[in-house]
Nanobody, 124 residues
């Protein structure tokens, strides 16, 4: 089970840090990722991190503004979001793949565990 927290409402240019805590399963041996979704649109890849935290991959739209990191001892993953823009408004989901062999997965079909989502709202 994955549980996100840390969402909220901020003004453009502001920052938020999202958290994702895992329970019931050890996720320290698999990559993890963040996705986001707005009404009427498909879930969109945001960032992914390897099991060790040594490798990361970002969507072009967030690169340089968002940072994904993890704490395997705490079975947790985070997304530090800075310089937020109104177009970053979405429900953010953390996800984990079943296959430990995927280094930096970013396609939604590769993920079998999803959190319930946390809302991020950015006002201009």
């Amino acid at each position: 089970q994955l549980v996100e927290s840390g969402g909220g409402s901020v003004q453009a240019g502001g920052s938020l840090t999202l958290s994702c805590v895992a329970s019931g399963r050890t996720f320290s041996s698999v990559a993890m990722a963040w996705f986001r979704q707005t009404p009427g649109k498909d879930r969109e890849f945001v960032a992914t991190i390897s099991w060790s935290g040594g490798a990361t991959l970002y969507a072009h739209s967030v690169k340089g503004r968002f940072t994904i990191f993890r704490d395997n001892a705490a079975n947790a993953m985070y997304l530090r979001m800075t310089n937020l823009k109104p177009e970053d408004k979405a429900v953010y989901y953390c996800a984990a793949p079943l296959d430990p062999g995927l280094l930096l997965p970013f396609l939604t079909p590769d993920f079998d565990s999803w959190g319930q989502g946390t809302q991020v709202t950015v006002s201009s």
